[in-house]
Structures are given as structure tokens and as C-alpha cells.
């Protein structure tokens, strides 16, 4: 062939590209006018840019892009607004879409069976919409998928054993919707999977043992389901983990030795299953654990000592199990909380000293245990505090200066413990208190006046103590009091009138 018919040769091929490409961009400007022509008013302004006789990979519309054979390669419309249907857009025009987003609009309808014409897709969100409807099983054929979120939908049925063919998935998102029915065992052939959410659906079953073939996930939603069965143990085959969400299930047995093989995870919630035994000591691997979960439960025993090792651990929910025992002294080497629930178990021995020594605390809930004194030192300058508990213990401490000025302090309630001495005036300086609670311990001394400038106070309750003298008039400050107790007292005479202002 001579150089001549060679550039001729290309120029044809040019020409026919050029033609092709123009061809396919009028079908798929059509099929994206088509579709916004059958969106609410209001929702066709929000893509004014659309306009007829246009090429969407020539002009600007918004949320479109293109490849460079100007082909529609991505549509993005997340969050816009948008009212309208599925089922008017030709899939079919688009075989080169790569990403298709319309998460957070008001789309309704199905999902057609044709969005299965998709056949270069990698990513897919239809998430945040209210649309229902089974997902159609073309989806399960879309292979080259790395990125499924039908998250946050109205979406029913059951998940098909033909999910473990999108063998590219990274990301899979099916949360929040009323998907029912067991999760499938195909799920462990889903190997490349980063992040999986199926939280807050009715599923039932057993956790399938498959998912222990994941072992690039990082991050485990099951949460507000009905699984069932013990926790696999399996599970300690994640070691890329770092996330692991299962609470509110019906899950039960022990919590497995091989939890302590995740040592990446830094979030673990385990709360309100059914799960029994003891916390197993290989927990201490964890040394990356920040956030730890595992209240209204049925475990017992007590907490082992190699808790101490999990010194980023910041956020401990424990309440409502059977735990016994004195907290390990360990646990005096975790300085950094932020909330610590240790409620209605059979704890005993005193609480940590060093429980607020970051100047983070926020909360803390050791109430209903058997807990003795004293009040942990650190607590008096812990300016970060707005709620504690510690009623129906056996602390014994004397009250008058173990306590300073809280500035968010909301709740605190110290009843039915053995506490004496004063009450300090500075609970008058805890501006935003609405509940001080310390009936039943064993005050004594005079009711101080300045609690009339703790005003926005609704309940004080300092009944069943020894306290004496005059009931101070500067209570009649507390117009937002709603419960005043303070009866079985040895107050002398009355001067207590309560004063109200609009």
C-alpha cells in the first residue's frame, strides 16, 4: 500500500469514528432528554443545561462527562432534588457508562430489569431514593461491578445466591432497606470486598461462615437484623478489619478467642444480642480499639486483665451484662476516655482514679454495682463532664471538696451510696445542670443558697440525708424546677418562698 492510500485509509477510518461517535452521542442526548422530560417541573430546572439539539460531550450539561471517544461516561446527579422514574431512561444507550449516581433525590418507582444493559458499569448508587421493589436479577450480572449502593431504599425480598458472581465488588451497600430472607453463603466468594453494609434490615439466619473468606473487608455492617446463631469464628480470619457493626441481632454463644486476630479494628459493637460467657483475654490484641461495645448482653465473669493493653480505647459500653468482680487494675493504664458504661452488673472494688486524667471525659454511667469508695480524684477537675451516674453503690467519701464547677455538666446523680460531709456551694456555678440527684447518702449541714443560681435546674432531689437548718429562699430562683424533693431531712422552721418570672 502506498503512503497515499495509506492517509487516505486513516482519513476514512477518522471519518467513520468521528461519524460513529456523533451517532452515539445524539442517542444518548436523547435518552438522557427523554428521561429529564419526565421528571417534576421543579426538577427539570435543576438540569437547564440539558437542551435540545445539544451533545452532552460537546457542551456543558451538568452531571454529565464523557470518555475521550465521546461516549457519556458518567452521570452524576447526587443530591439535586430530582422527582421522577427509572423506568424512562434507556439504559441500552449507554454502553460505555462507567458511573451512575442519583443518591439522595426523591426518584421512586422500580428498578427496571433493563438497567442490566449497563454493560461497562463499575460503579452504581441509587442509594437515599424511594424506590421499592425487589432488586431485579440483572443487577447480579452487572461483572463489572466494583461499587453496588442500594442503600437507604424502600427495596424488599431476598438477597440471590447469583450476588457471588460480581466478583469486582469493593463496595457493597444494601442497608437500611427490608431486605428479608438469610444472607447468602456466595457472599465469601465476593473476595476483593472492602466495605459491606447490610445494617438495618429484617435478615435472618446464621452469619454464613463463607464471610471468613473476605479477608480484604475492612469494614462489617450487620447491624439491626435478625441474625441469629453464634458470632462465626471465623471472623478472626479479617485481618484487614477495622469496623465491625452487629448489634441489635438475635446473635448468641460466646464471643469467640479468635476476636483477638483483628488487630486493626478501632470500632467493635457486639450490644444487645444475646451472647453469654466471658470477655476472652486475647481482647488485648486489640491495641488499635477505640470504640467497644458490648452492652445488653448475658456475659458474665470478670473483665481480664489485658483490657490495660488497649490504651487508645476511648469509649467502653459494658452495661447491662452479669460482669462480677473488681475492674482489673489495668484498666488505671487507659487515660483517654470519653464515655465509659459500666451500669447494672455486679462490679465491685473502687473505680479507676485516673478514670478522667485526659480532661475528656464526658460521660460516665457505673450506677446499679456494688462499687466502694472512694470518688476518683480525677473526677474533680474533669471541666469536660456532663453526665455521670454513680447511685446504688457503696461509695464511701466525704462530698464537701470532692466535686468543682462543671460548665456542660447536665446530669449527676450520687444517691444510695454512703457519701457525707457538705454540699458545696459550687453546684451553683454548673450552669447548664438540670439534674442533681443525691437523696439517700448521709449529708449533713446547711442546704447552700447558691444552688438558687444553678437556674436551669428541673429536678433536686436531696431527700433522706441529715441535712439541717433553713430551706434557703434562693430556690425560688429555679423556675424551671419541676420535682423538689427533700423530705426526711432535719430542717428547722421554713423560709422558703418561691418566686416566679415571665
Known amino acids: 500500500m502506498s503512503e497515499s492510500d495509506y492517509t487516505k485509509l486513516l482519513a476514512l477510518f477518522v471519518c467513520v469514528a468521528f461519524f460513529a461517535s456523533v451517532a452515539a452521542g445524539d442517542s444518548e442526548a436523547k435518552a438522557l432528554l427523554k428521561w429529564r422530560d419526565s421528571f417534576k417541573d421543579q426538577s427539570k430546572a435543576m438540569l437547564s443545561t440539558w437542551k435540545n439539539d445539544t451533545n452532552p460531550c460537546r457542551q456543558l450539561w451538568r452531571g454529565i462527562s464523557c470518555d475521550e471517544s465521546m461516549s457519556v461516561s458518567n452521570i452524576s446527579l447526587s443530591n ?61 450480572n452487572l461483572t463489572t461491578l466494583s461499587h453496588l449502593d442500594l442503600s437507604t431504599c424502600n427495596l424488599t425480598g431476598k438477597i440471590a445466591h447469583e450476588i457471588g458472581n460480581l466478583r469486582n465488588l469493593r ?100 450490644s444487645s444480642n444475646r451472647l453469654f460467657g466471658p470477655i476472652p483475654p486475647s481482647i488485648g490484641n486489640l491495641i488499635n480499639l477505640d470504640d467497644f461495645h458490648l452492652r445488653n448482653n448475658s456475659l458474665s465473669g470478670f ?29 488505671n493504664n487507659l487515660t483517654s476516655w470519653y464515655n465509659i458504661q459500666l451500669s447494672y452488673n455486679h462490679f465491685s472494688g473502687p473505680l479507676p482514679q485516673k478514670i478522667c486524667q485526659s480532661g475528656m471525659l464526658y460521660a460516665l454511667s457505673a450506677n446499679d454495682n456494688h462499687f466502694i469508695g472512694p470518688i476518683p ?9 456532663e453526665r455521670l451516674r454513680l447511685d446504688n453503690n457503696q461509695i ?33 456555678k454548673c450552669q447548664n445542670l438540670t439534674r442533681l440527684i443525691i437523696h439517700n447518702n ?35 430562683k429555679l423556675i424551671m424546677l419541676i420535682e423538689l424533693s427533700l423530705s426526711n431531712n432535719n430542717f428547722s422552721g421554713l423560709d422558703f418562698y418561691p418566686t416566679c418570672e415571665y
Open 303 to 331: 473483665i481480664p486483665s489485658t483490657i490495660g493493653n488497649i490504651t487508645k480505647l476511648t469509649v467502653l459500653y459494658l452495661d447491662n451484662n452479669s460482669f462480677s468482680g473488681q475492674l482489673p487494675r489495668e484498666m
Open 377 to 385: 480524684t480525677s473526677l474533680k477537675n474533669c471541666s469536660s463532664l
Open 442 to 476: 448521709k449529708l449533713f449541714g446547711d442546704i447552700p443558697p447558691e444552688i438558687g443560681e444553678a437556674t436551669k435546674l428541673g429536678l433536686l432531689n436531696l431527700s433522706s440525708n441529715h441535712f439541717s437548718g433553713q430551706i434557703p429562699k434562693q430556690l425560688g
Open 171 to 270: 463496595l457493597l451497600w444494601l442497608g437500611e432497606n427490608s431486605l428479608s430472607g438469610p444472607i447468602p453463603e456466595e457472599i465469601g466468594w465476593l473476595s476483593n470486598l472492602v466495605d459491606l453494609r447490610l445494617g438495618r434490615n429484617p435478615l435472618s439466619g446464621r452469619i454464613p461462615s463463607s464471610i471468613g473468606n473476605l479477608t480484604m473487608l475492612q469494614v462489617l455492617y450487620l447491624y439491626q437484623n435478625n441474625l441469629s446463631g453464634p458470632i462465626p469464628t471465623e471472623l478472626g480470619k479479617l485481618y484487614s478489619l477495622i469496623n465491625i457493626q452487629l448489634y441489635e441481632n438475635r446473635l448468641s454463644g460466646p464471643i469467640s478467642p479468635s476476636i483477638g486476630n483483628l488487630t486493626n479494628l478501632v470500632r467493635l459493637s457486639f
Open 396 to 428: 464511701v467519701d466525704n462530698i464537701t471538696d470532692a466535686f468543682g464547677v462543671y460548665p456542660y455538666l447536665d446530669y449527676i446523680d450520687l444517691s444510695g451510696n454512703q457519701l457525707y460531709g457538705h454540699l458545696s456551694s459550687k453546684w451553683g
Open 80 to 140: 439535586l432534588g430530582l422527582q421522577g422514574t427509572l423506568s424512562t431512561l434507556n439504559f441500552a444507550a449507554f454502553s460505555s457508562l462507567l458511573h451512575f449516581d442519583i443518591s439522595y433525590n426523591q426518584f421512586y418507582g422500580y428498578i427496571p430489569h433493563k438497567i442490566g444493559k449497563l454493560s461497562s458499569i463499575a460503579m452504581l448508587s441509587l442509594s437515599d431514593n424511594s424506590i421499592k421493589g425487589h432488586i431485579p436479577p440483572e443487577i447480579w
